[in-house]
């Protein structure tokens, strides 16, 4: 079993940043972050393989959200800039036992956060 926390979710203006962190009770080769709004379908933004620092994004914050782990500390991370009044959802933490054969699909992942809620005002 595995336990994730995330913190950092507040209330911004667009243009604003925030960063978001999940703690994780055990090391797993590959997490991931994603959001949900109200409405829709819960979304994959970021992912990162913990052992090689591999990333990849969802098209939508390319450019703008950054992943990454401190492996020590079994820590992971989300720097978003330039946020988006679109960027509003819970954001949750997530955690695969393996390496998932499409990383935006939730079905991949095992292990989730409570989430973090993300509020950006225009």
């Known amino acids: 079993q595995v336990q994730l926390v995330e913190s950092g979710g507040d209330s911004v203006q667009a243009g604003g940043s925030l960063r978001l962190s999940c703690a994780a009770s055990k090391y797993r080769s590959s997490m991931a972050w994603f959001r949900q709004a109200p409405g829709k379908e819960r979304e994959g933004v970021a992912y990162?393989?913990?052992?090689?620092?591999?990333?990849d994004y969802a098209d939508s914050v390319k450019g703008r959200f950054t992943i990454s782990r401190d492996t020590a500390k079994k820590m992971l991370y989300l720097q978003m800039d330039s946020l988006k009044p679109e960027d509003t959802a819970m954001y949750y933490c997530?955690?695969?036992?393996?390496?998932?054969?499409?990383?935006?699909?939730?079905?991949?992942?095992?292990?989730w956060g409570q989430g973090t809620q993300v509020t950006v005002s225009s």
């Open positions: 990162i393989r913990m052992l090689t620092g591999n990333t």
């Open positions: 997530a955690a695969a036992t393996g390496v998932p054969e499409s990383w935006r699909n939730a079905d991949e992942y095992l292990f």
